[in-house]
Nanobody
Framework: QVQLVESGGRLVQAGGSLRLSCAASGLTFSNYHMGWFRQAPGKERVFVAAISTSGGNTVTSDTVKGRFTISRDNAKNTAYLQMNSLKPEDTAVYYC????????????????????WGQGTQVTVSS
């Protein structure tokens, strides 16, 4: 049974930093591209960042480029999202997602391209 468990979300002041973690189990982690998405209240889920199986390729949305960094540790079966210079508009539930190398390329950032999702972690940025 595949499980993705996010952690690290909390209330933080604008300008602060957070690191989200996504612990994966029940899959061969090194065979899965990983992604982070977020969903604000009343809005659709949107892409934040993605990373290839080896970690050698990443892509980040223009909205967070230069502030957020995705990474992974295949030895720990964990993906991370480092978030710096947080803004109130970054407030959302953050979800990690995984997709097999056989499902889609890491460049495909559509949420429908992902096979598995975590339950989400709340990030709230106060002004």
């Amino acid at each position: 049974q595949v499980q993705l468990v996010e952690s690290g979300g909390r209330l933080v002041q604008a300008g602060g930093s957070l690191r989200l973690s996504c612990a994966a189990s029940g899959l061969t982690f090194s065979n899965y591209h990983m992604g982070w998405f977020r969903q604000a209240p009343g809005k659709e889920r949107v892409f934040v960042a993605a990373i290839s199986t080896s970690g050698g390729n990443t892509v980040t949305s223009d909205t967070v480029k230069g502030r957020f960094t995705i990474s992974r540790d295949n030895a720990k079966n964990t993906a991370y999202l480092q978030m710096n210079s947080l803004k109130p508009e970054d407030t959302a539930v953050y979800y990690c997602a995984a997709k097999s190398v056989y499902s889609s390329t890491w460049r495909d950032v559509g949420p429908g391209s992902y096979d598995y999702w975590g339950q989400g972690t709340q990030v709230t940025v106060s002004s």
